[in-house]
């Protein structure tokens, strides 16, 4: 009975050490896994970040190149006003000359 009671006892003090150290390695697979998680969530909040900073940059790009062909229009109106103006004073002119000379 004493090697039995022995057993039982040695048996059970090997059950308390396993168990012990199971639950430190647990905790220490929860420990990494919950530090691994912060970094993700804190590199996918960076990304997200500069995903956003990258669409705000573009889309004053794209108002920019908006305003400037605007105003690339109302600057080619202007020279072609300026051109048939022009045009039709010359065309006026050479009217009035061929008249004088006829």
Known sequence: MLVNKQLMEDW???QETLRAHMEEESNKVESQLRSEKYTFEK???LMEK???DDLNKWNRQYEQLQLSE???KDENTQQMKKMEITHTQHKEELQELYEKKL
């Open 50 to 52: 500069n995903k956003t």
């Open 70 to 72: 605007a105003e690339q």
């Open 12 to 14: 059970r003090k090997q």
């Open 43 to 45: 590199t996918i909040a």
